[in-house]
C-alpha cells in the first residue's frame, strides 16, 4: 500500500475545526484542504494557532467541533498511522537520557519496523553517528534532525512538520529545503508550518495563512506574489514619476522617499531616468512583496501582541501561555 | 499490535540509565536488609519480654521469610517509583507526543504499559530477591538457624514478585494522576513511608479503625502477604489472609491504572 506510487500522496482536509480552551478560541472554525504531490506552508505569527491546529490533525488534542481527515480517516483510525502520516511537531523532544537511535528504536518497534529502517534514516537524515550519543547534548539543529528522522520511520504519504527551520543554521535550511522538494517529487503530501514566510517561501507551492486561528488566504505562491515591481532612487522622485507615465508606466511613492515603478523593466526605468536628465541613485528588482502581504494579513490584528484593535480581547492569562511558548519559538 | 506497544515500552525502560541504576539499588536492597533482619531475628529473646507480649519469637519460618523479604519495602518503593517514572517521564520529557504519534490508541499504549510493568517489576522483584535470599541464607546459617525451613518460603517468594509488579502499576497509577514527576515522587514515597504508617498508627488506637481499616492500607495488605513475624503490642491490628491482602493491593493498582488511562484517554497532549 505504501510501495505502490499510486498510493502516494493524500489529501488533508481540516473542516470547521474549532478549538476553545475556556473561553478563549484559539482554532476558529478552520477550513482548507492540501494536495497531495505538493509542499503547503502553513503560517500565522506566533500563537496564531498552527500548533493547536496540527496537533488536533494527529489526534493528541481534541477538537471542540469540526473535522480534521487525512485520507479521509481521522487519525486514530488509521490502522499503520506511521506509515500513513509521519510528523515532528514544534516540541518534539527527546529524552536526555536516552540516544536519538534508541529513541527511533522505541518508536520503531511500537510500529513493528525492523531496526534496519531506523539506521537508514539516521543515514537519510546525515546524523548516523552523532545518534549514537545521548539526546540531552544535541544541537536544534540535531534535533530537528532527529525529528525528521522519527517522522519518516514507515515512509509515510503524508508528512507534517511543525516549524522545521527553528533552529537550523543557513545550511541547514537550504538542506531541508532541498530534502522536501525530494519528498514532495516522490508525490508525498506536505504540510509545513512556519511563523516565517520568507523562511519558506522558496520551499512551498501553496499556503495557508491563518490569523488569530481564523483562515486569512489559501492558494498557491505565484497567485500571492501579484505583480513584480522596481524600486528607483532619484534625486527629485515626483518629475521621474511624471516622465514614467508618459511612457506608459505607473508608480507610486515609497515610504522612505523612493519610488516603486510597476514594471520588471529595469533598463526602461533607467533610459527614462536618463532621458529626464535625473539620475539614477539606485535601481533594483524589488522583491515580489509577499512578506508586507503577509505582515499585513496577520500581524496587523494579531491578537498576542495586545494591539486588540480588532482582534478579540484575550485574557491576560493567555499572554503567560504565549510567552511560555515563546520559549521554543 | 499490542505486542509491538508492549516491545516499545520495554525498550523505553532499558534504553536509559535508571533501569541499571535501579538494578544496583535493588540488588544491595535486598541484601542489606536480609543481613540485618538476619542478625536481629536470630538474637536470644529476652525472656521477661516474651512474657510481657512486647517481643514475638516467631518460628523458622516466619524467621526465614521475614528475613528473605526484609527488603521488600525498598523494592516495592523502587518499583512504584518505576512505575511512576514509566509515565511520568514522558510527560516531563514530552515523549508522549511521539507515543500517541505511533500508537494513537490511548488504551492500548496505557495496557502495554500495564505489562510491562508487571514484567519489570517481576524482573527486579527476581534481582531483589537473589541478593535477599543469598546474603539472607549466609547469615541465617552463619547464626545457626534453618536458612530453608520449608518450601512454604518459596511461595513467600513467589508472593513478592506479585508485590513488587503490583507497586510498579500503583506507580503508573500516581504517574498518570500526578502529571509533574518530581511531584508524584515525592507524594508516593512521602504517603508510603511516612504518612501510610503514621495513619496505621493512628487508626490503631481507634477500634473501628484498627479492625476494619488499618490493614486495608497498602503496605499493611503487603506485609500481610508475605507473613513476616506479626510486630507490635496488643492493638496491632490482625493481618488479612494473603489472597485478600494481595486482592486489596491488586485493587489498589487497578483502581489507580484505570482512573489514570481514563484521564489519559481524554486529556489534550500539547
Ligand atoms: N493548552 C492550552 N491552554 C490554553 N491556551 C492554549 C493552549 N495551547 C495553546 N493555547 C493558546 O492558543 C493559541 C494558539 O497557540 P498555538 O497553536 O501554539 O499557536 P502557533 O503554533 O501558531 O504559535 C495561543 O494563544 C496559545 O497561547
Ligand atoms: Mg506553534
Redesign the pocket.
Known amino acids: 500500500m505504501t510501495t505502490a506510487p499510486a498510493a502516494q500522496g493524500a489529501t488533508i482536509e481540516v473542516r470547521d475545526l474549532t478549538k476553545t ?2 473561553s ?1 478560541t ?2 476558529d472554525q478552520l477550513t482548507f484542504t492540501v494536495e497531495p504531490g505538493r509542499i503547503t506552508g502553513f503560517l ?10 496540527l ?1 488536533m490533525l494527529l489526534g493528541l488534542v481534541h477538537q471542540t467541533s469540526g473535522t480534521a481527515t487525512i485520507d479521509g480517516r481521522a487519525y486514530g483510525d488509521i490502522d499503520h498511522p506511521q506509515s500513513m502520516v509521519g510528523s515532528a511537531l ?1 516540541a518534539t523532544n527527546f529524552h536526555p537520557g536516552r540516544s536519538g537511535r534508541d529513541h527511533l528504536r522505541v518508536l520503531a518497534a511500537a510500529g513493528g519496523l525492523p531496526v534496519s529502517r531506523v539506521d537508514e534514516l539516521l543515514e537519510l537524515t546525515g546524523i548516523p553517528a552523532a545518534a549514537r550519543k545521548r539526546a540531552g547534548e544535541y544541537s536544534m539543529g540535531m534535533r530537528q534532525r532527529l525529528g525528521l528522522a522519527a517522522a519518516l520511520l514507515g515512509d509515510p504519504r503524508v508528512l507534517i512538520l ?2 522545521p527551520s527553528n533552529g537550523l543554521d543557513p545550511e541547514g535550511i537550504r538542506w531541508l529545503r532541498g530534502f522536501l522538494r525530494h519528498l514532495s517529487s516522490q508525490g508525498k503530501t506536505i504540510l509545513v ?1 512556519s ?1 516565517q514566510l520568507q523562511e519558506v517561501e522558496q520551499t512551498v507551492d501553496d499556503v495557508v495563512i ?1 490569523s488569530n ?1 481564523r483562515l486569512v488566504r489559501e492558494g498557491a505562491v505565484s497567485d500571492l506574489r501579484g505583480a513584480p515591481t522596481t524600486f528607483v532612487r532619484t534625486s527629485d522622485p515626483a518629475q521621474l514619476a511624471g516622465a514614467l507615465r508618459v511612457a506608459d508606466v505607473m508608480s507610486s511613492p515609497g515610504s522612505d522617499g523612493e519610488l516603486v515603478v510597476e514594471t520588471a523593466d529595469l533598463r526602461l526605468v533607467g533610459d527614462v531616468a536618463l532621458r529626464a536628465g535625473l539620475p539614477v541613485w539606485e535601481l533594483r528588482a524589488r522583491k515580489h512583496d509577499l512578506e508586507a502581504l503577509f505582515f499585513e494579513l496577520t500581524e496587523g490584528t494579531n ?2 501582541l495586545g494591539d486588540g484593535s480588532s482582534a478579540p480581547p ?1 485574557p491576560t492569562e ?1 499572554d503567560a ?2 510567552g511560555q ?1 515563546g520559549a521554543n ?1 | 499490535m499490542m505486542v509491538n506497544s508492549i516491545r516499545s515500552e520495554f525498550l523505553k525502560f532499558f534504553t536509559t540509565r535508571l533501569w541499571w541504576g535501579l538494578a544496583i539499588a535493588m540488588f544491595f536492597g535486598g541484601a542489606l536488609f536480609a543481613v540485618i533482619l538476619g542478625i536481629v531475628l536470630t538474637l536470644e529473646p529476652d525472656p521477661e519480654a516474651v512474657a510481657r507480649g512486647q517481643q514475638v519469637v516467631g518460628t523458622p519460618l516466619q524467621v526465614a521469610n521475614s528475613v528473605y523479604t526484609a527488603g521488600l519495602t525498598i523494592g516495592y518503593t523502587l518499583t512504584l517509583v518505576i512505575g511512576i517514572m514509566q509515565i511520568g517521564s514522558e510527560y516531563r520529557h514530552k515523549t508522549v507526543s511521539s507515543t500517541f504519534l505511533s500508537t494513537p490508541r490511548r488504551v492500548r499504549v496505557m495496557l502495554a504499559k500495564v505489562v510491562a510493568l508487571l514484567g519489570i517489576g517481576a524482573i527486579y522483584g527476581l534481582i531483589s530477591l537473589v541478593g535477599s535470599v543469598v546474603a539472607g541464607a549466609i547469615v541465617l546459617q552463619a547464626r545457626g538457624a534453618d536458612p530453608f525451613p520449608g518450601p512454604e518460603v518459596l511461595r513467600a517468594l513467589a508472593l513478592s514478585l506479585l508485590v513488587l509488579g503490583l507497586w510498579a502499576l500503583i506507580g503508573l497509577g500516581v504517574g498518570i494522576l500526578i502529571p509533574n514527576q518530581v511531584a508524584a515522587l515525592l507524594i508516593a514515597v512521602g504517603v508510603a513511608w511516612i504518612i501510610e504508617p503514621l495513619a496505621g498508627f493512628a487508626l490503631g488506637f481507634w477500634e473501628f479503625g484498627r479492625d476494619h481499616i488499618v490493614h486495608f492500607l497498602p503496605s499493611q495488605a503487603t506485609n500481610a502477604i508475605v507473613e513476616g513475624v506479626t510486630q507490635g503490642g496488643s492493638n496491632a491490628a490482625q493481618p488479612l489472609s494473603w489472597w485478600a491482602a494481595a486482592l486489596v493491593l491488586a485493587a489498589y493498582a487497578a483502581v489507580l491504572s484505570a482512573v489514570g488511562t481514563w484521564r489519559t484517554v481524554r486529556q ?1 497532549i ?1
Open positions: 480552551f475556556g478563549f484559539a482554532v500565522g505569527p506566533n500563537g496564531a494557532g498552527k500548533t493547536t491546529t496537533r514544534e511543525d516549524e508550518s511563523h491563518i486561528g491578537r498576542n484575550a493567555r501561555v504565549t511558548e519559538a | 489534550d500539547s
